[in-house]
C-alpha cells in the first residue's frame, strides 16, 4: 500500500458504517441548507449559499474518500440540484405576493382616510347647519359633563384638548340677551354625541383627542333659540387653527365637574383671607397643621336666578346686558358699559397699557390696540407675511410696561414683540413647538414669560433677543403671569396644577392636591402685593392660594403655599382671572358667559355681568382702576366701568 493511501480522495476503502455515517452527515447539511434558504430574503442570497454549501460538500467528500461521482455522492448532488431548480422561483412567488399585500393594504389605509376625511367634513357641516338653526335638540346635545381638557379647552392647548378652539371655530351669537344657563339636572346627563377633536383655538381644549385643548383650544355660531335668546353653543373641542391642533396633551378624560348646587367640601382654613402684604407671626405654623374644615358655602349661585322676577334693586337691565347682585350682602358696586368694540372673528384675549389709556385685543390674524377713552380703534398690527386666507388667532397680547411694545403669542408658535409706534416687528422668538396660549411682561421690562401647549414656560430676553432658560411640566401650560417684583413666574396647566418658579428656574411652590383644582386650570394672576394668587379652572371654580416664597417662609419645596379660599358659583368652566390694582376684588370670566366680582375677604360675589352672547375668554382691569375689559366668542370686546356706590 501506498504510503500516501491515506491522503487521497480515491484511494483505500471507505472506514466501516461509511454510507451511513455519510448520509447522517449529509442529513445535516440538507437541514442547514433549508434553513439557511428560509431565513434569505433574496435569490442572490441563496444562490451564495448553495455554492458554499456546495463547496463544502465537495471538500467533506474528497476527505471522507468518497469520489464525486460515486453513486451516493450523485444522488445527494442530484437532489440538491432539484432544489436549486425550484428555490428561486418559490423565493420570487413569496416576494410578489408579499409585495401585493403591502399593496392591498395602503391601498385600503389611503381610502379609510379618505372616507375619514370625508366624514368629518359632513360632521362639520351638519354640526354647524345645526348651530345656524339655533342648536341641536336637547336630548342630542345636553351640557355634558366636563371629563378633563377633552371637552373643550381654552384657546385651546395643543396635544390636549380645548375649549377656547371651540370658541374660534364659531361666528359669535346672534343679538339678544344670554339665555340662563341649563338647569343642573341636565349638567348629569352624558352627552350623547361624541366631542369634536379638542383643539386650543377656540388652553387649552380644554384636551382635544388632539384633541387638551388647550391650553385654548369653540367652535359655535349660533343662532336665536326660543325667545329671542341666542342658543348655547354645544362643546367642542376643535381648533380652528391651520394646523387643527389642540395646546399640549390633554388628558382623555378627567373628574366629573362638581355640581353647582353640591359644591365639593374644600379642606382650607375657616377664616377669610387677607390679602396682606406682611406675613402673620403664626403663619409658619399653620402651614404645616391640619387646616379646619371650610366654612359653609356662600349663595353665589346667581346664574340661577330669573332676572325677571328679581325686584328692580337687585338688577340692572339694558338692551342687551344686564346685572344681578346679590342680595345676600350689602351692594357697593355699580357696572356701566363704556365702549363696544366690534370685531371680525372672536376676540381671544384683551389687555390694558399701564397707565390705563389704552386696551390691546388678540384676534384673527391681527392684534388690535384701541383708545379707552374715546373707544376709537388706533391700530391694527398684523404679519404681513401670513397666509391672509388662513387662520391664525392671537391667543395674548401684553404691553410692555412702558407702552411702547405689544407682545403677542399666536398658533404659529412664534412670540411678535411690535413696535407700536412704527407697527413693525422689533423682535420675534421661535422656540415652542405648539401653540402659544399665554404672555406676560416683566414689570422691568425686560423679560416675556410665554406658555405654550408644548408643556414648556420660556423666559425670554428682549433686550438680546435670545431664549433666558426652558421650565418643562408634565402637561400642556395653559397660563403664565409673572409677579410684580418680577422674582416669581407661575404657570396653569392642564395636569390640575399651579406651579410657581423664581426667575433662576427653581421650582418653588405647586399648588395642588385636596384642596387644590379638581380640573385644568386656565389662568392665574398675582395679587398686587405679589405674595398671594389666584387661579381660575375648569372645574367651575376660582381659589386663591396663600404662597410660601414670596414671603421668605421656609418650606418644603415644591410644595408649599396653601387654598385661603374657593369661589364657587360659576355654571361653566372659569377661563379667566384677575385682580383690581387695589385688591378689593377677584374678576372672573366663563364658558357660562358671565363676569362675576368677588370679595377676597368673604368669598362672596359681589354681582354677575351678563354682557355677552358667547363664552367671555378673558377678563382684564385696567392698572389704574376703575375700567376693566372682557372678550369674548360672539366677536366683541367691551370696555366696563365699575364704580363703588354707598
Known sequence: MSMYGGHRGIAGPPPPNGPARLNELLDQVRLEFESQIRQSETTYEHQRMVAKLSWALMVFCGHRGIGIGSPCSACTIARLDEKLIVLPYTVQTHTNEMQLIRERVYQMEQTHLNLKSKYEEEIAMLRRQLENRGGPPGNMNPPPQHAGPSQQPPPSIGMGSNVFGAIMAGQGGQAGLAPPPPPPQQEQQPPQMPPAPPGLH?????????????????QYPQGPAPGGFPSQPPPSTASPGP??????????????????????PYNGPAQSPQVSSHPTPDHAQRMGQHQPPPPPPQNNSL???????????????????????????????????????NHESVVCCVRFSADGKFVATGCNRS???????????????????????GDLYIRSVCFSPDGKYLATGAEDKLIRVWDIASRTIRNTFAGHEQDIYSLDFSRDGRTIASGSGDRTVRLWDIETGQQITTLSIEDGVTTVAISPDTKFVAAGSLDKSVRVWDMRGYLVERLEGPDGHKDSVYSVAFSPNGRDLVSGSLDKTIKMWELTAPRGIPTQAPKGGRCIKTFEGHRDFVLSVALTPDAQWVLSGSKDRGVQFWDPRTG???????????????????????????????????????????
Open 202 to 218: 377656540g388652553p387649552p381644549p380644554p384636551p382635544p383627542p388632539p384633541s387638551q385643548q388647550p391650553p385654548f383650544q369653540q
Open 243 to 264: 394646523n387643527k391642533r389642540a395646546i399640549g396633551r390633554p388628558p382623555a378624560g378627567g373628574p366629573a365637574t362638581p355640581q353647582i348646587n353640591t359644591p365639593i
Open 303 to 341: 346664574s340661577d336666578l330669573d332676572p325677571e322676577r328679581l325686584p328692580n334693586h337687585s338688577k340692572k337691565m339694558k338692551d342687551d346686558w344686564w346685572v344681578i347682585f346679590n342680595q345676600t350682602v350689602p351692594r357697593v358696586l355699580d357696572v356701566d358699559l363704556v365702549h363696544t368694540l
Open 367 to 389: 392684534a388690535q390696540i384701541y383708545d379707552v377713552e374715546s373707544g376709537e380703534k388706533l391700530c391694527v398690527l398684523q404679519d404681513e407675511n401670513i397666509d391672509l386666507n
Open 604 to 646: 362672596a360675589t359681589q354681582l354677575m355681568l351678563q354682557g355677552h352672547k358667547n363664552s367671555v375668554i378673558s377678563v382684564a382691569p385696567s392698572p389704574t382702576g376703575q375700567y376693566f375689559a372682557t372678550g369674548s366668542g360672539d366677536m366683541r370686546a367691551r370696555i366696563w366701568s365699575y364704580t363703588r356706590v354707598n
